[in-house]
């Protein structure tokens, strides 16, 4: 996961390098995970991973309480060949157990990529901030 980070990273498409240490607090220990999927290729490489947290009040994100937070990270060498639609269906079916009703992904409002993925996976903006785009998936019953 570390390795796809860095990855994402050297690529210019993330602000930080992966380390150990924050993969396992952020996404793999983290008290509120709901599900952490990753995807790997044939010789157990991870290409990318997805983080969906439960929300609770006061999250650094502003997520309203008691909804999903969505992250998903692919290494570039894997891009536009279906790993993140892939995740996605995952975190759709880990999010509908769990249930969240809501997922939110908070998205660097210039990330075109991050936003033109999230449109694809059916996610709608909700609300902005000077830096972020904020998009719900509404998750049906
Ligand atoms: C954004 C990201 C998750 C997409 O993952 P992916 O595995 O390439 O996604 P998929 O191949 O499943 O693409 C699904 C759809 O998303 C859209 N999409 C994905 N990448 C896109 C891009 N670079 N430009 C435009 N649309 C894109 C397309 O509609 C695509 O469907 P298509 O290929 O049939 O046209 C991945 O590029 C990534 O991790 N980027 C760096 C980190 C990041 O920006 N994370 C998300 C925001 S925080």
Redesign the pocket.
Known sequence: MCD?LNE?FA?G??KTAGDVKTVLANYLEHQDRIECSV?QDEDGRI??F?SLRYARLDNPYGTPEGWGII??????R???????????RASHAAAKAYPVENIE????AD???????????GFCTHRTTEELTCKVYRIEA
């Open positions: 796809a994402i690529a498409l993330r995807a290409l990318g997805q992250g998903t990270h692919v290494s570039p894997a891009a536009r060949k279906g790993v993140g639609s892939a995740l996605f992904a908070a998205i660097g990330n075109q990529m991050g936003l033109a993925y999230y449109e694809a996976m």
